[in-house]
């Protein structure tokens, strides 16, 4: 059975960080990512790792302020948040992808690249 299960969402001051973390199981999964959906607006892709790790990408809006890294295990993707501001408030989805697939932005940015999400967790980033 596969599960995708998320932690480490919670309610943060501007300028605070969190470190959120998706533990994945009952398969291989090869590209992660985080995706973040706020209320009213449509579901925005976040960041993305490859299988091996070695590569990543980030939406432009939270470059070098947001990290996505993978275990050793590689079934656990994390996502450091720092830096935070009242924007990046929303629901964050961690996203597993069951095919071996070129890394490349026309695929991982897109919700169709992914066979598996989590149940979501709740980010608010307080002014």
């Known amino acids: 059975q596969v599960q995708l299960v998320e932690s480490g969402g919670g309610l943060v001051q501007a300028g605070g960080s969190l470190r959120l973390s998706c533990a994945a199981s009952g398969r291989t999964f090869y590209t992660m990512g985080w995706f973040r959906q706020a209320p009213g607006k449509e579901r925005q892709f976040v960041a993305a790792i490859s299988w091996s790790g070695s590569s990543t990408d980030y939406v432009d809006s939270v470059k070098d302020r947001f990290t996505i890294s993978r275990g050793i295990a590689k079934n656990t993707v994390y996502l450091q948040m720092n830096s935070l501001k009242p924007d990046d408030t929303a629901v964050y989805y961690c996203?597993?992808?069951?095919?071996?697939?070129?890394?490349?932005?026309?695929?991982?940015?897109?919700?169709?690249?992914?066979?598996?999400w989590g149940q979501g967790t709740q980010v608010t980033v307080s002014s």
């Open positions: 996203a597993a992808g069951s095919r071996r697939q070129i890394f490349i932005r026309a695929i991982y940015y897109y919700a169709g690249a992914y066979d598996y």
